[in-house]
Structures are given as C-alpha cells and as structure tokens.
C-alpha cells in the first residue's frame, strides 16, 4: 500500500463509485477540452432557446413510492433558460483528489485493505 502525498491526483467521476485520477500534466489537457466543449454545447443551447425549457424538480410519493419528478413552467421566460445555461461548465468535474491511495490487490480486497491502511495513516 503507498499513499501519494507529493503527486498531484485529480478526479473524473465516471459514475457514483469510479473514475479517473489524472496527473496534473493531463488534467490540464482534460480541462482545456471540456472548456471548449462547454463553449460549442453553450453556442447549441443557445440556438436552441425553442427547443429548451428550465426544470425544477420535487419528491413525490405515489402509493408510498419516492418519485423523483421533473417540471417546467410552460410561460418561462428567455432569461430563466440563459442562466440556466450560463451555469452549465463541464471542466467542474475536475476536483483534486487530496488522498491517494495505491494498492496491488483487487476490487473489495483493495477497497478494505485501503479503508485501514488510510484510517492508520490518517489518524496519525
């Protein structure tokens, strides 16, 4: 087990449990890209004001089953749909990664043998 303090990890969640830990020096690349991929889905979005709606969403409950439920005011207005716009950025999904682990065993072996071995080291 080797704990990473002096590299720099940044993490692309992939999903709810994985992803990727990228080095600074492809981090940089990865960020530039999803910048100009913001900027051409913000210039589609943008064309496409007609085609769009703002959503929010609530929690409901039909026969005592929690729903998730997505609604639009069928009236909103342009402004409402270029903030929403505005907001969207892909490059967030870059975050640094502050503990790194690495381990040569596999999947929930690894996973235990890196919850004690950064609960140890973390403690300290």
Not at 16 to 29: A, Q, V
Not at 46 to 60: C, F, R
Request: overall charge negative.
């Amino acid at each position: 087990m080797v704990r990473h303090e002096t590299e720099k990890f940044f993490n692309m969640p992939a999903g709810w449990y994985c992803g990727l830990l990228l080095r600074e020096s492809t981090m940089k690349k990865m960020q530039n890209l999803l910048f100009k991929q913001t900027q051409e889905i913000k210039e589609l979005l943008m064309d496409s004001l007609d085609d769009i709606e703002a959503y929010e969403w609530t929690l409901a409950y039909p026969n005592s089953a929690q729903t998730v439920v997505h609604y639009f005011d069928a009236d909103s207005i342009v402004k409402e749909k270029t903030e929403r716009i505005d907001l969207f950025d892909k490059a967030v999904i870059l975050k640094p990664a502050d503990e790194v682990f690495s381990s040569d065993r596999k999947t929930s072996d690894s996973r235990d043998e890196v919850k004690r071995f950064a609960y140890q080291t973390l403690s300290e």
